[in-house]
């Protein structure tokens, strides 16, 4: 394969199997990297990755994040001009009982990806962070130009690591790098430990959903074909840094190096309560509603500004959540054959 193939890791992922596909669409050469963990159901990675696999400019490579020479003989043979980074130990409650997982998939990993791209001159990183660096921040809504230092899991801790490491490397080798805090993606394909496919599942079978917060709980839901519309249009806009800061100003979101980080949400947070009614009504059932109190590691709202977005890109996500969860039952009724 010719070195103009981009790189998407978590090929097989929820959102890089999303962005794989809408850059397949558009005749591009993708090379995507997955290591088929068994965090959820591999079958559902594998059913992905079949459709991926029908275009003749798809290659894929199964590989871990963490295996050092893997990885550097791989990028040392495409030479990537454009690397989107979406693999990752995914998840805030499993980090709490699984910290491993996140130093080998989220530091050791990513490093394995910064050092490919310093060597092998990519012209742009992107990467993925998360809204969960906001952690105990509480003015709403979210700002990438707000500090963001109280993150309130190690899973949130990584990413807002990635954005250090990520930076250190742009500010060193002039690595241009944009970091993306995605904010509650959902959509069709979605993974099974995330809130729409977990309380559909539930009002199907007839379980109850629990409602942490007593239900109390507002989510920045963002649509999957929003994200990937976002990160592709990000692709040609590598960041270039900007003039050095006087005294005092330096800013968050933005840098002397060629980084940037944008939030990528909907920019209207829902009521988690509004969601399950919505999703009641697409299955035709009432879902069985458990209210419990806050879970370590959560918070109550999140809610983006993605202007800095609109800015760069001209687009800001805008599907709506019940135009959003209307495709995502019908991927599910279709998936489970229901």
Known sequence: ???????????????????????????????????INNYYD???????????????????????????????????????????????????RYSIDHPHAYVDAN?????????????????????????????????LPFSVHDNVDHPISLYAASKKANELMAHAYS???????????????????????????IFAKAIVEGKPIKLFNHGNMRRDFTYIDDI????VRLIDHAPKGKDAPGAAALDPGTSTAPWRIFNIGNNNPEELMKVVAILEKEFGRSAIKEMLPMQPGDVPATYADVDDLMREVGFRPSTSIEHGIAKFATWYRDYHQL
């Open 1 to 35: 394969m010719s070195n103009d193939a981009v790189l998407v890791t978590g090929a097989a992922g929820f959102i890089g199997f999303h962005v794989a596909q809408r850059l397949l669409q558009a005749g591009r050469r993708v090379v995507g990297l997955d290591s």
């Open 107 to 139: 530091l050791e990993g990513f490093t394995n990806v910064l050092e490919g791209c310093r060597h092998n001159d990519c012209r742009h990183l992107l990467f993925a962070s998360s809204s969960s660096v906001y952690g105990a921040n509480t003015k």
């Open 42 to 92: 591999p079958k559902l990675k594998d059913a992905r990755l079949s459709l991926l696999k029908n275009d003749p400019n798809f290659d894929f490579v199964k590989l871990d994040l963490a295996d050092r020479s893997g990885m550097k003989a791989l990028f040392d043979k495409h030479r990537f001009p454009v690397v989107i980074h979406l693999a990752a130990q995914a998840g805030v």
């Open 171 to 197: 500010h060193l080798y002039r690595l241009p790098s944009t970091g993306l805090r995605f904010f509650t993606v959902y959509g069709p394909w979605g993974r099974p430990d995330m809130a729409m496919f």
């Open 228 to 231: 990937a519309e976002a990160i």
